[in-house]
């Protein structure tokens, strides 16, 4: 039997209620923040544990970047 890696995790960086929220993509809130680089640096020491990808949203909940981490997203 092989070693089993485990699953990459995926962020979402966005605005709400005037704050800005790092969640999972399934929806699970881990912080609110002041500033959009706040929820930015917090969402992305997440995503770097994990392995996954972050994802970054605008004030108009446009996507304004993705950032990939961990080798097992490119396997």
């Given at each position: 039997?092989?070693?089993?890696?485990?699953?990459?995790?995926?962020y979402?960086?966005?605005?709400?209620?005037?704050?800005?929220?790092?969640?999972?993509?399934?929806?699970?809130?881990?912080?609110?923040?002041?500033?959009?680089?706040?929820?930015?640096?917090?969402?992305?020491?997440?995503t770097?544990?994990?392995?996954?990808?972050?994802?970054?949203?605008?004030?108009?909940?446009?996507?304004?970047?993705?950032?990939?981490?961990?080798?097992?997203?490119?396997?």
């Amino acid at each position: 039997m092989g070693v089993s890696m485990p699953k990459p995790k995926d962020y979402v960086v966005e605005p709400r209620n005037s704050y800005w929220i790092l969640s999972s993509s399934k929806g699970k809130t881990f912080g609110r923040f002041l500033t959009q680089r706040q929820a930015i640096e917090a969402g992305s020491a997440r995503t770097v544990a994990a392995g996954g990808q972050l994802v970054i949203k605008k004030l108009d909940g446009t996507v304004q970047s993705k950032r990939v981490y961990g080798r097992e997203r490119f396997r």
